[in-house]
């Protein structure tokens, strides 16, 4: 049976590198198109009200940016700040691979991607958090029909 009702936000997992990332607290993927306005005049015809006001618009590149937040932790042995600031360190690029949970093998997106920036938080008394943001460098794997954390028809 499939699953029903709202997508659970914890159901969605990211990797890096093939090592999850280091006590994830949250993850986003913002989807973007690179657009060209085209500004072409407006037939005699057309009101002079609104003549020329209207472009057409045309999708001239795609991107992907993933954004992860996660708690440092004594002893990370998944991808936590200490891994990232390695690469940020070498401007390596890593593999990121957004799946459901159990789905690891069937990633709904993946590619490359480099590190653009990281961020650590240390307030007083509280938790020490990081924060990474990543952009695709290349082509990005995206499988809509697994972005809702579908797997498999479980029974």
């Known amino acids: 049976m499939a699953k029903e009702g709202y ?11 093939g090592k999850a990332c280091g006590h994830c607290t949250s993850h986003t993927t913002t ?12 037939a005699a015809t057309e009101s002079a009200s609104n003549a020329g006001l209207f472009k057409e618009k045309s999708v001239t ?3 992907v940016q993933v954004k992860c ?3 440092r932790f ?11 600031l390695a690469k940020w360190k070498e401007g390596a690029t890593v593999e990121l691979k957004g799946f459901a949970r159990g789905g690891d093998a069937a990633p709904y997106m993946s590619g490359n991607f480099i590190i653009s920036s990281l961020e650590e938080s240390a307030p007083a008394g ?3 958090t990081y924060s990474a943001t990543f952009d695709n460098t290349g082509v990005v794997t995206i499988d ?7 797997t498999a028809v479980e029974g």
């Open 61 to 63: 590149g795609l991107s």
């Open 31 to 42: 989807y973007t198109s690179e657009t060209k306005d085209r500004a072409v005049k407006p």
């Open 7 to 17: 997508v659970n936000g914890s159901d969605l997992l990211m990797s890096i590198t």
């Open 69 to 71: 937040e996660g708690l």
């Open 126 to 128: 509280d938790d020490t």
């Open 74 to 84: 004594y002893g990370e042995e998944e991808s936590g700040m200490k891994d990232l």
């Open 144 to 150: 809509e029909a697994k972005v809702d954390g579908a």
